[in-house]
């Protein structure tokens, strides 16, 4: 036991990180923990005593990580979002705390397998996508750059849901993810927070000062779940503070001895139900009143914890932006601003100018869309019946906020109307984002064109408003998880290329460059992704009963389910290369063999997208089983795609698949990913395409499509995507097959909506970029054959990637917004 003083007295003693100190540690827990001997133990008994034994091993770093930034009162960032994509947290640990050699040995001692029992993990699905699994790469790259953050969320009961496929349509199963029990969370129900909802307000007479008070009607209580953040092999450990509700009055017992016994529990149901479920859309805003106290539930704990918890309690409040900076992410948690408003002006008695001083200096805004349906706006009609003093608020900030643009811009009411917070029509409503533009001291996209559209076409007057708001802080991921840990075979050919320090300072990839032309360091290189293809074979196999083809070139495009993001384009690429076979303009037996492999969810309302779903399937069932193309083609879409299947599939991967349409996709992070791992993007130029093609070089990029501008005209123009259905004999064919029941066992009605669509709207002009798409993918298929040019081309991809970590993005929030500089060792 290695002892370690906190906070002077109380000494936590971390076991020896030897085999020895391991196994001694992992059998107490087993018995004392899980109450089991080694020998009855079960599968999951010795995956929680391992998580258990592992915790250990981090918890005197989070208890010294907190006791430093205590001390040295640093400025801290609160990460406020709605979703966490965290993936499997056992491997995570082990390597921050560099203990996978130790627990793979002292594990096999006793007869178990360390696979076994990472196999045995959940991951907590509590994130749609993107947005979710960036809040996730940026606490890991916080915790690692010993910068102090607390990331605030809400600990749903059930993640996005399982994905399967029934005769090839999605059909949604509940993520009960807790059900085998959470090792890696701390429930502090001491510290719960209660939180009000509905009622009414009312004013008062305050010794002469009019305040507000807010009578509410119900309230629930949060109780927090502390989680590890730990940083990679630095001592540090961060905090994710996930809230749960439940019911401040449990059960009635009167209405229960009553005999309502369902009644006895209906408050509780109704409160839990808060954090019951995530919400799994992840663009288009239903609206829904259970989401708005989603939102105002972790927001109204977030800000009670920090400032009556977190904060010494003398703490003069006037000095808040010194010590906290909340990044909001997206809109989901802008009613925070209100609330830390209503904190100060009705608890703290504070007069406004006062409070308002002091908020706007607390919060900045990240947009994470372009779609203006993705932005969230929400009735005042809701929003009155359940946050009416929140209502008023916001309806006062507007006031404060119109009547200085009015003073700069006297007589344009024009321009009022267009940046009040509150939109008139359809309905009278209160638009997120502007709320989130006024308050915030900064405002970023995720990506440079991102930021530069954000800036020209979603928030123009904002920006001509107040220029220096605007910034950008294009996304990154972080090498702990998406190289280090789910590429272990590249991650040696790197360390033996540039030296260990790369995992925590990516630039040093750099130093692989000169490699690319070392026959010898290629010849590696192949092997690694050789390796890495055999290993998904493997998983796809015992996973899901798929037989991954060898020595095809593996195609990949894995992300939510978007018309947007066009895996219809992708369809129809498949559907044109089988044409050309049937039609003996290709040969199987020498064209080049590919296999198409798909991950992807969709929002279970979403019609069109599950209508997209299963024509991949439909589409792969035929292609797939068609003895014409000797196996030339294979399309596997596995079910359920998660941080863990990306994992192992992302690094097998030789060409990754970026096609959104130009001036759609804010970033994408999936495509650093692919880059970072060594295949080849096939891409539009839209969101961090642009810059991963601008540092890897055009060359080792397949570019295709309009540029957004030349998409903007288009669609100004009046976009007909009939003609080029007319006008391409081979999309015609492509859209016919589908359209005449090839893939739906002649019965063209199956897919009649979708071919529909396409062709009388096709808003995202998949049909406009097919041309230039089929085009440069037979510039891929030649450039594959060329096997030492294509080994080149992916070693310069990696090596010029190191922008992409999530270390450099948090440098530039660092530098442009938060100002909070590590807190390194006194
Ligand atoms: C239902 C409301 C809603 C609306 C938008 C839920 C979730 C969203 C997210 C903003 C959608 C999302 O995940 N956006 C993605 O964010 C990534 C991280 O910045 C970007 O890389 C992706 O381009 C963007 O689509």
């Known amino acids: ?22 196994v001694k540690e992992f059998l107490r827990e087993l018995s004392f923990g899980q109450g089991v001997t080694l020998e009855r133990a079960s599968v999951n008994d010795q995956y929680l005593a391992l998580a258990r034994t592992v915790r250990q091993y981090l918890m005197a770093r989070w208890l010294e990580t907190l006791q430093r930034q205590r001390e040295a009162q640093a400025k801290s960032v609160a990460y406020l979002s709605a979703e966490y994509l965290l993936g499997r947290q056992l491997d995570n640990a082990l390597l921050a705390t560099d203990l996978t050699e130790v627990v793979e040995e002292g594990l096999a001692s006793l007869g178990i397998e360390l696979q076994t029992l990472r196999d045995q993990e959940t991951e907590p699905g509590l994130g749609n996508g993107g947005l979710g699994r960036l809040a996730a790469c940026f606490v890991d790259s916080l915790a690692t750059m010993s910068v102090p953050c607390i990331g605030y969320g809400i600990r749903y009961d059930y993640g996005i849901f399982r994905q399967t496929f029934v005769d ?12 085998l029990g959470a090792p890696w969370e701390f429930p502090h129900p001491e510290a719960a927070v209660t939180v009000h909802f509905g009622g009414r307000t009312e004013t008062y007479d305050d010794e002469g000062v009019e305040r507000t008070r807010w009578v509410h009607d119900w309230d629930v209580l949060g109780v927090p779940f502390n989680y590890m953040v730990p940083g990679y092999q630095n001592g540090r450990v961060n905090t994710l503070r996930l809230w749960s509700a439940k019911a401040t009055q449990a059960f009635d017992l009167q209405i229960f001895n009553s005999g309502e016994y369902v009644d006895a529990v209906r408050a509780q149901t109704f409160a839990e139900n808060i954090s019951k479920v995530l919400y799994p859309e992840d663009s288009t805003p239903q609206g829904k009143e259970l989401r708005l106290q989603q939102q105002y539930f972790f927001v109204a704990c977030s800000i009670k914890d920090f400032v009556d918890y977190v904060l010494p309690e003398d703490f003069d409040l006037h000095r808040l932006p010194e010590r906290i900076i909340f990044q909001l992410n997206d809109t989901h948690p ?48 809701l929003m009155g019946r359940l946050l009416p003093r929140h209502l008023e608020i916001i309806y006062r900030i507007n006031e404060e906020f119109l009547a200085e643009v009015a003073a700069k811009h006297p007589g344009d009411d024009a321009l009022l109307e267009r940046m009040s917070i509150i939109a008139e029509r359809p309905e009278r409503s209160v638009r997120m984002a502007y709320l989130a533009t006024v308050a915030g001291s900064k405002v970023n996209g995720v990506a440079a064109l991102h930021s530069d559209l954000l800036r020209d076409k979603v928030l123009p007057d904002f920006s001509a408003y107040w220029p220096d708001k605007f910034t950008n802080v294009t996304n990154g991921v972080t090498p702990r998880r998406f190289v280090r840990l789910s590429n272990p075979a590249l991650s040696e050919l790197i360390t033996e290329a540039v030296g260990v320090g790369w995992v ?97 969810k969709a929002a279970p309302g979403y019609h069109m997208a599950k209508q997209i779903i299963g024509l991949i399937n439909h589409v792969g069932a035929t292609i797939n089983d068609d003895p014409r193309l000797g196996g030339a083609l294979t399309v596997v879409f596995p079910p359920n795609y998660n941080v863990t299947l990306a994992e192992t599939l992302i690094p097998a991967a030789d060409l990754s698949e970026q096609i959104s349409l130009a001036g759609k996709e804010a970033s994408g992070t999936g495509n650093m990913k692919f880059a970072l791992n060594g295949a080849l993007t096939i891409g539009t130029d839209d969101g961090a395409n642009v810059e991963i093609r601008e540092l890897v070089g ?6 295709f499509g309009l540029l957004e501008p030349q998409v903007a005209d288009l669609v100004a123009a009046g976009y007909q995507p009939g ?35 396409l062709l009388t709207e096709d808003r995202f002009l998949a049909l406009a970029d097919y041309r230039s798409y089929i085009d440069a993918q037979d510039r891929v298929d030649a450039a594959y054959a060329d096997v030492e040019g294509w080994t080149r081309s992916a070693i310069l991809n990696v090596a010029r990637s190191g922008f992409f970590s999530s270390d450099r993005s948090m440098w530039d929030y660092i530098d442009r917004i938060w100002h909070t500089p590590p807190v390194v060792s006194r």
């Open 168 to 179: 090839g349509w999605q059909v949604e199963q509940p993520d009960n993810w807790l059900a």
């Open 334 to 381: 802008v009613i925070a601003v209100p609330e830390l408003m209503r904190v100060l002006v009705d608890e703290k008695k504070w007069d406004w100018d006062e409070a308002w001083a002091v908020t706007q200096q607390c919060f900045a805004y990240t947009c994470h869309t372009l779609l203006p349906e993705a932005l969230e706006v929400w009735s005042v009609e």
């Open 504 to 600: 925590t300072d990516l630039e040093r990839l750099r130093g692989m460059e000169p490699l690319a032309d070392d026959q010898e360091f290629r010849e590696k290189f192949r092997a690694v992704k050789a390796h890495n293809k055999e290993r998904l074979s493997t998983l796809l196999q015992a996973r899901d009963g798929i037989t991954l083809p060898a020595d095809a070139m593996l195609d990949v495009m894995v992300k939510r389910l978007h018309e947007y993001k066009r895996q219809t384009l992708k369809v129809l690429h498949i559907v044109t290369l089988y044409d050309r076979v049937l039609r003996g303009e290709l040969d199987p037996a020498t064209m080049q063999k590919r296999v198409f492999a798909f991950g992807a």
């Open 723 to 757: 003609r080029y259905y007319e006008e391409d004999p081979a999309l015609k064919r492509a859209v016919d097959l589908i359209a005449s029941g090839t893939f739906s066992g002649g019965d063209g009605s199956v897919f009649a909506p979708l071919v529909q669509n």
């Open 698 to 703: 055009d060359d080792n990029f397949f570019l």
């Open 1 to 22: 036991m290695t002892d370690k003083r906190v906070n002077g007295s109380a000494v936590v003693t971390s076991p020896q990180n030897t085999v020895e100190g391991f």
